[in-house]
């Protein structure tokens, strides 16, 4: 079992900044990529960001690339997910996941969720 915790949502205005966090707690967090999706209400879950646990890549989906930055910081078991130049459009419920070895950004091949945090973007 992996669980994770996510945390630094908000309330931001367009153009703003937030780093979320996801800690890790279990099984070894090294053996898992680690990828964060969104939700909006009335919308399915879709992939934002994936980094791999061996060498780092990461993949990102094309309406952040540019403007999100994932990363993974081993020894605190933590992954995180800059968000800058934000849009009204990147209001949703934000999740990271764990995937044993491969990045996707599909949802089907995740194993463990967090909870979610919740990021608003106002105009």
């Known amino acids: 079992q992996v669980q994770l915790v996510e945390s630094g949502g908000g309330l931001v205005q367009a153009g703003g900044s937030l780093r979320l966090s996801c800690a890790a707690s279990g099984r070894t967090f090294s053996n898992y990529a680690m990828g964060w999706f969104r939700q909006a209400p009335g919308k399915e879950r879709e992939g934002v960001s994936c980094?791999?646990?061996?060498?780092?890549?990461?993949y990102y989906a094309d309406s952040v690339k540019g403007r999100f930055t994932t990363s993974r910081d081993s020894a605190k078991n933590t992954v995180y997910l800059q968000m800058n130049s934000l849009k009204p459009g990147d209001t949703a419920v934000y999740y990271c996941?764990?995937?044993?070895?491969?990045?996707?950004?599909?949802?089907?091949?995740?194993?463990?969720w967090g909870q979610g945090t919740q990021v608003t973007v106002s105009s």
């Open positions: 996941a764990a995937v044993h070895f491969i990045c996707s950004l599909s949802t089907g091949p995740y194993d463990y």
């Open positions: 980094i791999k646990n061996n060498d780092g890549t990461t």
